[in-house]
């Protein structure tokens, strides 16, 4: 990892920690993140729980072998005809069909959920969406702009 770190400062590096203890010596030699299957399997069974529709519904959504609907996100490019224009000028549901679950605003790197219309998108956002595979390579020529 630290090698990988040297050779390039841009890489995202995600690795897996088995002991919780682990994580922040994983992030101190260069891990972005780091992924605990014990935490994530427990996080599981309690969602599994309290709320089994929505669980289920995701199992559902993320695993269907056609693979029509996706989770997916988009960065919003600097020449992008996006960047500028509100939620609402955009018209995304109407015109690709697909749907803007969130925003990750560029300014403080935190989530906008269910973002309001009148959000204005700036280059650097993330816009956090969910469509099929044709709805989402529409966007991204969208979020690219001319440039590319």
Known sequence: MISARKLNPDLRIVARAILH??????????????????????????????????????????????????????????????NGQTLGEMALPQEIGLLVIAVQDCSNQHYIYNPPADYVVKANDVLIIMGDSGQVASLRQLTRGAAS
Do not use: C, H, Y
Request: hydrophobic share 40%.
């Open 21 to 82: 203890e682990s994580e922040s010596k994983l992030q101190k030699v260069g891990a972005d993140r780091t992924v605990s299957a014990n935490l994530m399997g427990g996080l599981r069974m309690a969602a599994e729980m309290i709320r089994p529709t929505v669980i289920s519904f995701l199992d559902s959504m993320l695993r269907n072998p056609r693979g029509t609907i996706r989770v997916e996100e988009a960065l919003v490019g600097i020449g992008s005809p996006l």
